[in-house]
């Protein structure tokens, strides 16, 4: 299957929804929106297709939208990050009586990463949770161009309650285990992977060079 988007897709994250006995694809926009494919089985035969459930209002202010993703612990939230310096909270409404459709609503929004003053490209972003623990339920993590790494608490997100600076160029990807409590893994253009603990953020538990931006 080949779908033509109207802008340049430079995310995409899958979630299984087991009470909507469904599969969503969620892609990150140039534009500036998120949209939500839902995977459904032809009636014809047994090839599978991906449909657009929902796609977010754009605001040309916010910029690209660049990364986004999940929360797994409860499939109703989503965290996107964007080039014009943002991170955003995104509320999921299934529709179980309309063939599995969905909403997606913007919660909240706010300024995460700056550089020089100007708003910084904010790279990455993801929950501190997976489907196994949901330690940290209020927690977000965010990388950017600034060369940090900000955890968030969206209870309070006006500053992060923890800034990482160890990182020699943009924070690129930041990825939590999905089965393990408290693990992260961050990855950066400094060419270096860092493997995290939540309870212990002031440094990695362990960093390797890969031998080229991550």
Known sequence: QIIHTESGVLDGKW???PD???NYFATANASGSISIYGLHSSESDANLNLSLMS???IEESNGLAL???WDDSSSSR???SYSGGTVALHTIDYRSDDNNACNIHESMRWRAHTMFGCPAEVWTCCFASNKVYNSHPNVVMSGG???KMKVWDIRNNTVPFHTMSDFDAGVTTLSYHPKLEHIFAAGSYDECLRIMDMRKLSEPLTKINVGGGV
């Open 67 to 69: 990364a986004i993703a």
């Open 78 to 80: 989503m965290v996107s």
């Open 20 to 22: 909507q006995h469904m």
């Open 55 to 57: 796609s977010s209002e």
């Open 15 to 17: 979630q299984s929804v």
């Open 145 to 147: 161009d600034d060369c």
